[in-house]
């Protein structure tokens, strides 16, 4: 009994003392969350024990919380718009203070909105914003190509592939008829037009595109077609740092046709010539091939040589970029100074660019109230292009024709009957002939800001834009043009200097924690002096001064000049309201005067409303529901817009040279009335917008969607009016018609996969838009075949309908004079004759949808990116496939499908029989059908990349901040069923564009990215 006793006392006393042990370990703990950057509480975070989930709770209003705790334990902090963080809690801790980070959703990412900025979770409009790292990815000569489908709606399409070619902007649709279509750029302040291929890439600190009404009527009139912001880098405060990009790498031809060879092509002719006589021009007869082959033609026949064209035009091309940059952020003065040099070789013989620009951005905070800052850019360019003709005179020559003469230099055949050149010689045509301009653009913005009060600033700052562009073109005489006028020469010069001068003040208002207001006032005035000048002349005694010396030329062929001045004044305003944090309101106004219009319409209002909803802030949505949303807002806006960008002296009638007859025998010259009836009434064309969307972000930001759906009416649309001859001009600008356009913007982020090894990103944007005109002219629904009610502007492709081809025993009532294997078309009015009558919509050139696809791979320090784009819905006409298809009476170069042509025992083809004079093709009295449309749909990859960034622990042995290395393949694959070279060349949306004037290339590059 008494062992029993003694067992039960023990045994007691150890229970007494595990329960003694088990309290002194259990303590609460109380803390408090804050932002790690402004040091804000941060209310309602979640903090979750990871030793007992059971017992997490939310921290309160104040960001403070208290929480039971076992010892050592791991606390996790989680909130919407920051990272998660894990925290660990030592045994005797009784109080801590966490500081959170903003997450990779962006909220707290600020915007760059136009005369201020704003955090993207406040937006209330549509701004698509990329950053200078993004653009970065794709080494580009142009900022334009680099936003090509990265940005839901906005449209990127190219002028050409030659270096320096510049790009066509649309954002959101088709915004004008005939007045400018493109963008207004915004660099650091500095408000330009054109394109803007004279801005280093590298340089680029992000791109800020306002979308719609809302966003962009702080512009005012200028702001139709959309507003890009281009913000520049600057020096990091508190840091200093030297960084190198540079990349090499070789261009090649990504796409050629597949041409016969030269015995193909022979049979062909000589079937050709044969067909339009067999009993004058019989197959296999020599007197046959003297008539079809020129001398030189029949030397090569006899000798089985062949020789191809576009080889002896086309090359593998280098191309290289290198850029310095020095950046002191230490102390009151913070400068950065960047240097580029970019060398770029065309894939066809002659063609070059050179760049060489200098970046310099400093900023000096004088006192504790008053900052001054300089942001400078100065490029100079040097261009070798060459003629259009160039490269399909290469693709159409004759592959019996040799290329150079006896002495190794391109040959010039001569036509004995007419005593011209049949046709340059594109060898020649890209390397004797030359197309060199030169342009110097200087882009600067002096500012000042002083801190008036508490939450008062002013802001005044000066911006000068100031653009020089020389060309220079000479024609030699073994050229079509130098040929039969002995040597041409073109000099033309072309400026302009733009400065804008703006003062605003803002002030910060935030009288409780429930209410905040900021408020901006305004005042700009810009001025544009432009200048031009033009001079040909002809008939000089050498080639070898070419025209340096115009002065030598027999002929002054033409000379003109132009020069204007424009001023545009406006006076701003907004006010952005937020209650709570979650509702915001922006109302913004501008009031513009313009001297491009008379003294009745000078002056337009633009104003706008905007308003969004944090619905994922409201009370109501609970922690369940915040655990897997993470950001739910709604926007809402409506603005009115301008455009002012129409010819200066459209509101003027003006005065044209003429010479007049004098005693019958000599003439005076002297001034005549102009064709354009001058119009003082002339006002602005006004874009009204409406603008709803939504941005969402799921599962711990890891999914992110942005919508959109816009609709724009615009009103009071420029067009010409014709005017009967009794009023003594041809036609008046007014203002009468309209039109609308409505779309769909779409925007996707993806985080599939986030571990400290493997990222996996995806980024997806899709587009749309229909445009179509409202009203034109009084009782006119069509003003020509591209130009309707109900249609986008200038989109239509109009032509014949195709019907096939001829056979034996069809009925020839409508081509009396048509043989079995000619081409036929539809009777569209059945009126028993084919004319102008009888053509019809056949394509439209406008994309039912577009957009690109952005993938990201990262395992430890190896990543590689792929990026494509994709367009679909739209036609192109290929009328230029059409030619190679044809032996007809155009030169030709036949693509091998074209030998699948009508003969008596091969009727099952849709490619008409070949004839030297083009008599199977007679049925088409514009020189094309619909067989030209094509579908243009098609899926690019755009770019490739591979990287690897060097670790951390090498880069400190070599005191080394950064070090990337990286290879890239730009354009590998495309994937369509269009049978040009390029679905994607000027857009395709002008259906004269019947030619191929430069292929696109496929590039290889090499690049090092090093930060000291």
């Not at 970019?342 to 060489?356: A, E, F, H, V, W």
């Not at 600033?457 to 040929?483: A, I, W």
Request: some cysteine.
């Amino acid at each position: 009994m008494k062992n029993f006793t003694s067992f039960y006392l023990l045994l007691l006393y150890v229970c007494l003392g595990m329960q003694v042990t088990v309290q002194a370990q259990t303590s609460q703990l109380h803390g408090r969350v804050l932002d790690a950057a402004t040091k804000n509480p941060l209310p309602f975070v979640t903090v979750t024990n990871m030793a007992n989930k059971k017992a997490s709770q939310k921290a309160d209003a104040a960001g403070s919380f208290t929480i039971t705790v076992n010892g050592r334990t791991n606390l996790l902090f989680s909130y919407v718009g920051y990272k998660n963080r894990t925290v660990t809690v030592s045994p005797g801790d009784t109080a801590i203070t966490v500081a959170m980070e903003a997450d990779i959703s962006g909220l707290n990412e600020v915007v760059v909105i136009g005369y201020g900025q704003q955090q993207k979770k406040d937006l209330t409009s549509a701004v698509a914003s990329i950053s200078g790292k993004e653009l970065a990815e794709m080494p580009v000569t142009n900022i334009n190509s680099a936003l090509q489908s990265r940005v839901p709606g906005v449209q990127v399409t190219s002028g050409g592939f030659e270096p320096g070619a510049g790009t066509n902007i649309k954002i959101r649709g088709i915004n004008s008829i005939q007045s400018g279509d493109g963008p207004t750029y915004v660099v650091d302040g500095v408000i330009m037009t054109g394109d803007i291929r004279e801005i280093n890439p590298y340089d680029i600190e992000s791109i800020d595109v306002l979308k719609d009404a809302s966003a962009a009527a702080i512009y005012g009139a200028r702001a139709a077609a959309g507003v890009v912001i281009i913000t520049t880098k600057k020096a990091k405060a508190g840091r200093s740092s030297i960084d190198y990009n540079g990349y090499y790498g070789i261009q090649k031809i990504s796409r050629s046709y597949d041409f016969i060879d030269a015995k193909d092509y022979a049979n062909l002719r000589r079937i050709a010539l044969s067909d339009e006589d067999p009993v004058a021009w019989p197959l296999n007869d020599p007197k046959t091939d003297s008539a079809v082959f020129s001398p030189r033609e029949l030397q090569s026949l006899a000798a089985g040589k062949s020789y191809n064209w576009e080889d002896a035009i086309t090359q593998v091309a280098p191309m290289q970029s290198h850029t310095l940059s020095i950046s002191n952020g230490i102390g009151r003065n913070k400068i950065y100074l960047s240097g580029n040099y970019l060398d770029q070789g065309g894939i066809i013989i002659g063609s070059n660019m050179k760049r060489y620009s200098v970046k310099g951005n400093m900023e000096s905070a004088v006192t504790d109230k008053l900052t001054m800052g300089l942001n400078t850019n100065f490029s100079h360019i040097e261009t070798d292009g060459v003629s259009k003709a160039a490269y399909y005179n290469a693709v159409t020559m004759s592959p019996l024709r040799p290329i150079y003469d006896s002495t190794g230099k391109p040959l010039v055949e001569v036509d004995p009957n007419t005593g011209k050149i049949g046709a340059d010689n594109p060898v020649a045509l890209a390397k004797d002939a030359i197309n060199h301009s030169v342009d110097d653009r200087f882009i600067g913005n002096l500012f000042l800001e002083y801190k008036v009060l508490s939450g008062l600033n002013f802001r005044s700052s000066l911006g000068l834009d100031v653009y020089k562009n020389q060309r220079f073109e000479y024609y030699p005489r073994n050229t079509y043009d130098g040929y039969a006028q002995l040597g041409v020469a073109k000099v033309q010069n072309f400026g302009y200097r733009d400065w804008v001068w703006e003062n605003t003040l803002t002030y910060d208002y935030k009288p409780s924690e429930n209410h905040a207001l900021n408020i901006l006032a305004g005042y700009t005035t810009q001025k544009r002096r432009q200048e031009y000048n033009f001079e040909q002349a002809s008939g000089f005694p050498t080639d070898e001064l070419t025209y340096k010396n115009m002065s030598l030329a027999a002929r002054r062929d033409n000379i003109s000049s132009d020069y204007w001045n424009r001023v545009i004044n406006s006076v701003l305003g907004r006010v952005i309201y937020k209650f709570k944090d979650r509702y915001i309101f922006n109302v913004t106004a501008r009031y513009d005067g313009s001297s491009n219009f008379g003294a009745e319409n000078r002056h337009g209002f633009f104003p706008s409303v905007s308003g969004a909803w944090r619905l994922i802030d409201e009370p109501f949505i609970g922690f369940k529901m915040k655990s897997k949303v993470n950001d739910a807002k709604i926007r809402v806006s409506y603005g009115v817009i301008g455009n002012q960008d129409i010819s200066y002296d459209r509101i003027y009638t003006r005065m044209d040279a003429a010479a007049y007859p004098f005693n019958g025998s000599s003439q005076s010259t002297g001034y005549q009335l102009g064709g354009n009836a001058g119009n003082s009434a002339l006002k602005w064309e006004s874009q009204r917008q409406f603008n709803a969307g939504f941005d969402l972000a799921l599962y711990s930001s890891r999914i992110q969607l942005t919508f959109d759906f816009y609709n724009k009416d615009i009103h009071n649309l420029l067009l010409n009016q014709d005017l009967a001859p009794s009023q003594g001009y041809s036609n008046k600008m007014i203002n009468v018609a309209a039109m609308n356009t409505r779309g769909v913007d779409i925007g996707l982020k993806l985080y599939p996969v986030k571990t400290p090894n493997f990222d996996w990103q995806v980024n997806l944007n899709w587009s749309k838009y229909k445009s179509k005109i409202t009203s034109l002219l009084p009782g006119r629904d069509s003003l020509s075949p591209t130009l309707k009610v109900g249609e986008a502007p200038n989109s239509l492709i109009v032509d014949y309908v195709y019907d096939g081809l001829y056979q034996e025993g069809d009925d020839f009532k409508l081509n009396p004079s048509g043989h079995p294997g000619d081409i036929r078309v539809k009777d569209i009015n059945n009126d028993g004759v084919i004319n102008q009558y009888d053509r019809a919509i056949v394509g439209r050139t406008t994309p039912k949808g577009w957009g690109g696809f952005w993938n990201y791979f990262r395992y430890k320090r190896i990543s590689m990116t792929v990026f494509a784009t994709y367009m679909y819905g739209h036609d192109i006409y290929n009328k230029a496939y059409t030619d190679y298809l044809y032996m007809g009476a155009g030169r030709n170069v036949i693509v091998k499908a074209g030998l699948n042509y009508w003969t008596p025992a091969n009727t099952n083809t849709d490619i008409p029989r070949p004839n030297a004079f083009g008599s199977s093709l007679r049925m088409l009295p514009q020189g094309s059908s619909s067989y030209a449309t094509e579908k243009g749909d098609f899926i690019r990859i755009r770019d490739i990349t591979l990287a690897y960034d060097f670790s951390p622990n090498l880069l400190s042995r070599i005191k080394v901040r950064s070090l990337r290395a990286y290879v890239q393949v730009m354009e590998p694959f495309l994937f369509t069923s269009y049978h040009g070279i390029d679905p994607e060349i000027n857009g395709n949306t002008d259906p004269s564009q019947a030619v191929d004037i430069y292929p696109r290339y496929r590039t290889f590059l090499f690049g090092v990215n090093l930060g000291l």
